[in-house]
C-alpha cells in the first residue's frame, strides 16, 4: 500500500495559526522529571520550520499518560520547560486546552509565539473521536499540521478531528516515517530482510503476513520465536508458547515454503529455569530440555543472523531477541543491534523495545531511521491506514470547513 500525504509545502502559512499536534507522551520518572525527550526533541523541526515560514503563532497539542480526568501528575508543565530548553524559544503554557481562557490567550498572544495546551486526554471524549472536541480545537488555528506520528494509529479528536475541519498536512517528523516506511515497503533495495521479536508472536503475526510476500528473509527472535519452533516440533522446555496460535504459525510456516521465503529460527538459545534476572544461564542447541526456558538466542543464531542482516540492502527490525533488559540475556539483541548498525543497505528500527536497545548500545546514529511510533509503526507494518494520516488527505475534509 502506497501513502502520500500532503507536507507543509502544501500549505500558506505567512501569517496563519499553525495548530499542531505533536507527542509529547514523553517517559518520567518517579518524580515527574523527563527520562527521555527524544520526542520532545523530535518535534522542535517542524515548530522551527513553521516560526520560518511566517506563522503568526504555532499552537501545540499533545497528550501526556492515560489520565482519568484531569490528573496533576499528567499536566504538560514540565513538557514546556523542557521545550523551551531544547528550541530556545520562549513557550506559553496553557492549563487549559478548549475554552475562553484558551481562545484569549491564542488571541492576545505576539506574533511568532508558540503555546502549548494542557494534556488533551482530560477530556474523556478526547480518545473517541469527538467532532464537537474536534471543533473546539480547531477554532484555534487556521491550518493544522499533524506532526505525532506516535499517535497517528489513533481516530482521535486532536489527531484525525481537527485533520477533517482544517486545511493540513504532515510536519516534518511525520513525512519522513512516511517516507521511511513506504521505502521498506514499496519496491524497496533487495534483498529485504525483516528481523521480528518480542514476547508474544499474536503481536505479529499480522505483519507476518503483510510482510511475507514481500521479504527476501525474515528472522525471527524473542518470546514469539518458540511457539514457531513449538510447531516445527522441537522441544521448547518451559519457554514462552502460545498454544493457540500454533496452527497459524504451522499455516505461516507452510506459506513461506510455498513462496520460496526464508523464515530463520533460533539454532541455540540462552536458557535459564527461572524468568529471573539472577537465575544462572547456559547455552543449549534447537531442543530446550523440560524446565528450562529461552530467554534469548545463543551465539551460533546470532552469528547466522548476522550474515543475513549486513547482506541486505533494505532492512527492518522490530522487536528485541531476548529479555534485554537484563544484562545476561542481552547479547542476542545487541548482536542483532550492532549487525543492523554494520548494515550498508536502507536500515529502518521501528518498536519501543528496538529502540531502546538501540539507544542503550548507543548505536542510534547509525541507523538511517528510528521511528518515534512502536504502535503506529507495527500498523504500518501490518499493512493497516493510519486514521491521523489518511485525515490529512484534502478529500477527508468537512464540507463546512473545508
Known sequence: MTVTVPTLDALELRGKRVLMRCDFNVPQEDDGSISDDTRIRAAVPTIQECLKRGASRVVLMSHLGRPKGVDEALRLAVVGRRLAELSKLAVVQLTESIGPLVEAAVKNAPSGAVILLENVRFHATETKGD????AEYAKFGDVFVNDAFGTSHRDEASVSGVARLLPSAAGLLVAKEIQAFGRVLNQPARPLVAILGGAKVSDKLPVIDNLLPKVDALLIGGGMAYTFLAAQGHA??????QKDQLEAVKGYLAKAHKLGKAI???????????FEEASPA???????????????IGPATRDAYRKVIVGAQTLVWNGPMGVFEWTAFRAGTEAVGRAVADCAGYTVVGGGDSVAAIELLGLGARIKHISTGGGASLELLEGKALPGVTALDPKQKSPARA
Do not use: N, R, T
Not at 131 to 134: I, S, T
Not at 236 to 241: D, F, N, P, R, T
Open 131 to 134: 467532532a464537537k472536541l474536534a
Open 282 to 296: 547456559k547455552v543449549c542447541a534447537v531442543d530446550i530440555p523440560d524446565g528450562w526456558m529461552g530467554l534469548d
Open 236 to 241: 521448547v522446555g518451559a519457554s514462552l508458547v
Open 264 to 274: 530463520h529460527l533460533p539454532s541455540d538459545h540462552v536458557i535459564a529455569q527461572k
